[in-house]
């Protein structure tokens, strides 16, 4: 990898849309850097796409800002940042505990702001940069049964608006990718127990217009470009990619 070589941190990265990220990152000759609490996973997808990983929360600042000084002393610089990390509560508003409704405010919204604060000083030095954070579209829409997680996605998807103003003029473009339903982890996780084949078919016929469920590299693509010097004029965007589903 050339040392004049663009460089990414992706949290998040060792799962899901996050690891597709990584790994698309990587093959665009990117030198890529993994942000992830797993440490077999972080480390496992690091190596395979000849990066770095730190291991950690992003809702600890002083991690993010650890983790961010440490890429900058190994790479002297960061391009892009993907805020990719992100938790979800499946429950009503009434059943939701204090303690679920601190970690998935903590992990979806404060490790999004505490990456980004980070990144900023560096890419505003630079006068270039471009942030990609992962809204929902539950951040646009009402998601009955997971309200948490959807307040977080609409916090995100403000965060992003504001931060893009803050900073068009030093370089810096801030985005948000909004997935739809696509088959990661996630989508699986929290449920009383994980959905069969036969299931997730079922979901995506009965919910997504297209009628399947979105895999994680189809996500990534659309995060790359938007980080991509192609993307030069879009800030403050929320890119949805849900195969129609906020149409309606």
Same mark, same amino acid.
């Given at each position: 990898?050339? +040392?004049? *070589? ?18 698309? +990152?990587?093959?665009? =000759?990117?030198?890529? *850097? ?10 496992? %997808? ?12 992003? *809702? ?7 983790? #961010? ?37 903590? %992990?979806? %919204?404060? =490790?999004?702001?505490? /990456?980004?604060? *980070?990144?900023?000083?560096? /890419? ?10 992962? @809204?929902?579209?539950? @951040?646009?829409?009402?998601? !009955? @049964? ?24 030093? =370089? ?31 979901? !995506?016929?009965?919910? #997504?217009?297209? @009628? ?21 004029? /879009?800030?403050?965007? /929320? ?10």
């Amino acid at each position: 990898m050339q +040392l004049s *070589a663009p460089v990414a941190i992706v949290t998040g990265g060792a799962s899901g849309m996050g690891a597709a990220t990584a790994r698309l +990152l990587a093959r665009e =000759g990117y030198r890529v *850097a993994i942000v992830d609490k797993g440490s077999e996973q972080g480390n496992a %997808v690091a190596d395979e796409v000849g990066g770095v990983a730190h291991i950690g929360s992003v *809702a600890d600042s002083a991690f993010c800002a650890e983790t #961010v000084g440490s890429v900058l002393a190994t790479f002297g610089r960061i391009d892009v940042l993907i805020n990719a990390a992100g938790v979800i509560v499946r429950a009503t508003a009434a059943n939701t505990t204090d303690e679920q409704w601190r970690e998935i405010f903590s %992990v979806n %919204v404060d =490790g999004v702001f505490f /990456m980004s604060r *980070a990144v900023i000083p560096s /890419m505003r030095e630079a006068n270039k940069g471009a942030i990609v954070n992962f @809204g929902s579209i539950w @951040g646009s829409v009402g998601a !009955a @049964g997971h309200s948490a997680y959807a307040a977080t996605k609409g916090a995100v998807h403000q965060l992003t608006k504001s931060m893009a103003l803050e900073h068009a003029r030093d =370089g810096i473009r801030i985005n948000a990718v909004c997935p739809g339903e696509i088959r990661t982890p996630m989508l699986a996780s929290e449920r009383l127990r994980p959905p069969t084949e036969d299931e997730l078919a079922e979901l !995506a016929d009965a919910t #997504v217009p297209m @009628g399947r469920l979105g895999e994680p590299e189809e996500v990534a693509a659309v995060v790359a470009f938007i980080a991509s010097d192609a993307a030069s004029y /879009m800030t403050g965007s /929320m890119v949805t990619v849900d195969a129609g589903f906020t149409a309606r």
